[in-house]
Structure formats: structure tokens, C-alpha cells
Nanobody, 115 residues
């Protein structure tokens, strides 16, 4: 059974940066395309960025283009999300999952952007 554990969230001022991590266990991680998702209060969960199993990035939401970077380390079974120039509207719980959302969701990591 695959487990996903997100970490790295926190409270940051507008314009600040955070690096999120998502560690996977129980699977051959490198064969899966992975994505970061986020869910703000009262809103549906949305896809933020995706990366192929081989490490090619192939999608960023328009709202994060140029500010967020997704990457992965298959040896560590971990996918990352570097978030720069954070805005209050980036406030959400951030999750990772395979692109078709086939794995059980982790607990997510809270990102709060506020002055």
C-alpha cells in the first residue's frame, strides 16, 4: 500500500518562499507521474503542477507559472515543490498524488501566506 507524507508547509509573508516535500513509500516510485495539488478553504482541490516519472515537468497551473518549480528525486522517492514569490491566494493545504490520483491522499501540509 502506497503512503504519501507531505511536509514543509508553514506561515510565510507575501513574497517569501517555501519548499514542500512529499515522500512516498510502498511502491516503485519512478514509474509514476506525480503531481502537487492544493485545496483552499471552501474550494475544490486543484492541480498545481505535474512531473513525469523521468523528471520532465509537463504542467503548471497558470496561477503559479514562473513562481513554482516541481522536481523529484526517485532514489529518495520524493517529489518537491519549490514555491517562490508567494501570494496570499496561495494559502491552502498542499497534497501530492499520482497524476490520476490513484493513491490514497496523505494528510497534506498547510501553507499560509499572510503578513
Amino acid at each position: 500500500q502506497v503512503q504519501l507524507v507531505e511536509s514543509g508547509g508553514g506561515l510565510v509573508q507575501p513574497g517569501g518562499s517555501l519548499r514542500l516535500s512529499c515522500a512516498a513509500s510502498g511502491t516503485i516510485f519512478s514509474i509514476y507521474d506525480m503531481g502537487w495539488y492544493r485545496q483552499a478553504p471552501g474550494k475544490q482541490r486543484e492541480l498545481v503542477a505535474t512531473i513525469t516519472g523521468g523528471g520532465r515537468t509537463n504542467y503548471y497551473a497558470d496561477s503559479v507559472k514562473g513562481r513554482f518549480t516541481i522536481s523529484r528525486d526517485n532514489a529518495k522517492k520524493t517529489v518537491y515543490l519549490q514555491m517562490n514569490s508567494l501570494k496570499p491566494e496561495d494559502t491552502a493545504v498542499y497534497y501530492c498524488n499520482e497524476n490520476s490520483r490513484r493513491f490514497a491522499w496523505g494528510q497534506g501540509t498547510q501553507v499560509t501566506v499572510s503578513s
